[in-house]
């Protein structure tokens, strides 16, 4: 009896922890899930000469903070943008070279922070999110005069669920995204094996199923080597795009390294997408 006992009490207690971790998991998973820097940037020009500070008006009463980073004048794709969504972490200041390389190819770049990212107000979740990137769109074709019809969305890792939902509601002229996962509890279940993930989520961010009305072009680019979002991820979501879908995968690279962030495969693959879409 004392050893069954002692084993009762054993399992008791692995199953006191493991509630414990699920109810933690449950409270506090949107804190694994969003990693914001808060700390609001210098001023635009400071960073990127010419660029410019603007505010994002959401439907829930938010003035969110922006960059607009346009082309030299006299290029001929000025009245083309691209909506930039980030990922997860950081704030815009960190995107400054990719909008400095759009901006070299002609073309406008709008650099979002989402609520609670780069000393905006509020706090990220799916449903919040999604009324940041609407009023980043609201902003090019109103206050920016970009046409809808002239529009680009580009997402990264998370933005890319973002903006593949806009897209659903307002097609672009052409929807970029870049490392890609299916769903959101797909990629957690990554990273954590141990938990239910897909029972806990809050936010579902559901790529795969979303991108299938979708039949706008999409470029989808994502690194061979990539440790947080599965490749195999990537490449299903582009598997299930509506519309004609080109896949350019980066060779050897990791989901944060530069040739991911601003290099010259994601350029040049963005420059191609947006000719054909001109």
Request: hydrophobic share 50%.
């Amino acid at each position: 009896m004392p050893k069954v006992s002692a084993f009762v009490r054993g399992v008791l207690a692995i199953f006191v922890l493991w509630a414990l971790l699920i109810a933690a998991a449950w409270l506090l998973q949107r804190r694994l899930i969003y990693f914001p820097d808060r700390s609001p940037p210098p001023a635009a020009a400071r960073v990127i000469p010419g660029a410019r500070d603007v505010t994002l008006r959401t439907a829930d009463g938010l003035c969110l903070t922006a960059w607009l980073v346009e082309p030299p004048p006299g290029t001929a794709d000025r009245h083309l943008a691209v909506l930039v969504a980030p990922g997860n972490a950081g704030n815009r200041l960190t995107r400054a070279p990719l909008a400095t390389a759009l901006a070299g190819r002609g073309l406008t770049a709008l650099l979002v922070d989402y609520r609670g990212y780069g000393g905006n107000p509020g706090r990220p979740s799916e449903e919040g999110l999604a009324r940041d990137v609407e009023a980043a769109r609201m902003f090019l074709v109103g206050e920016a005069g970009i046409p809808a019809e002239r529009l680009l969305y580009f997402g990264e890792s998370l933005g890319a669920a973002v903006v593949t939902a806009l897209a659903a509601k307002h097609p672009p002229a052409g929807l970029i995204l870049r490392s890609p996962f299916t769903d959101l509890p797909a990629a957690g279940r990554e990273h954590y094996p141990f938990l239910p993930v897909r029972l806990l989520a809050r936010d579902r961010f559901p790529v795969t199923e979303v991108i299938a009305r979708v039949e706008t072009p999409t470029l989808v680019v994502y690194g061979t080597a990539d440790s947080i979002v599965p490749p195999e991820q990537s490449l299903a979501v582009a598997g299930k795009a509506a519309g004609p879908a080109q896949v350019v995968p980066v060779q050897g690279a990791d989901h944060n390294d530069a040739s991911l962030l601003h290099g010259a495969q994601l350029i040049d693959a963005i420059g191609e997408l947006a000719a054909r879409v001109a």
